[in-house]
């Protein structure tokens, strides 16, 4: 499996999922399902237009999130296009519009699901894309407003990963912890006692 898939792609994906099932939220369920997964709402948008006809040509994701409790609705899609810092053009390309389609396809399953909510609504509503490639990965989100459909780069991480980090990790060695770290000089102070001082200490800007 690619190297951005493995260590990055997926495990923060689930990470993410878990602290969401932890929330308030947790009634939904969210579940992160990865490795060739079929995105159901192509599927169901294909069979309703008559398009598909052999289940060889479903949509498969690197990674589908999914509300369980909520008719398995699919509200998230991922793409992997090949191996940390591949640049193959075509891969990448192909790949975004892929992933755009899909976004396309869960947002209208999602609007057949809920049929009778209020377009008001359904306007808050947003589709995301995880999409890795090269050294980056890349968030976008997919809404509906005033009879648009617009899609949207929310964000963009980096991925540079150093030699020293790889060997700190495998040393065995116990990073400091936080609580160590951050550990400043705390003291009660005494009206009575140190009042008479604190004057030419400031602050000095006007309490006006």
């Known amino acids: 499996k690619p190297f951005s898939n493995n260590y990055l792609a997926e495990p923060n994906l689930k990470d993410v999922c878990n602290v969401i099932d932890d929330s308030k939220f947790n009634w939904a369920k969210l579940g992160f399902f990865d490795?060739?997964?079929?995105?159901?709402?192509?599927?169901?948008?294909?069979?309703?237009?008559?398009?598909?006809?052999d289940h060889r040509f479903i949509y498969k994701a690197d990674g589908v999130v999914r509300l369980q409790e909520a008719h398995d609705i699919e509200i998230c899609v991922v793409e992997v296009s090949g191996k940390y810092l591949n640049q193959e053009t075509r891969k990448?390309?192909?790949?975004?519009?892929?992933?755009?389609?899909?976004?396309?396809?869960?947002?209208?399953?999602?609007?057949?699901?809920?049929?009778?909510?209020?377009?008001?609504?359904?306007?808050k509503l947003k589709i995301y894309f995880v999409h890795a490639a090269d050294n980056k990965i890349k968030l976008w989100s997919l809404y509906f407003q005033d009879e648009i459909y617009h899609f949207w780069r929310e964000g963009v991480l980096n991925v540079e990963p150093k030699f020293e980090d790889k060997e700190i990790y495998n040393s065995g060695k116990i990073p400091k912890l936080l609580s160590d770290i951050i550990n400043p000089s705390i003291v009660k102070l005494a009206e009575n006692e140190l009042k008479k001082g604190m004057a030419n200490l400031g602050p000095f800007d006007s309490p006006e």
């Open 35 to 53: 490795g060739e997964e079929e995105l159901v709402s192509m599927t169901k948008q294909l069979k309703r237009k008559g398009s598909l006809v």
């Open 92 to 123: 990448i390309y192909f790949d975004h519009h892929k992933a755009n389609y899909g976004c396309l396809a869960m947002l209208k399953t999602i609007a057949d699901q809920y049929k009778y909510a209020s377009v008001d609504v359904f306007e």
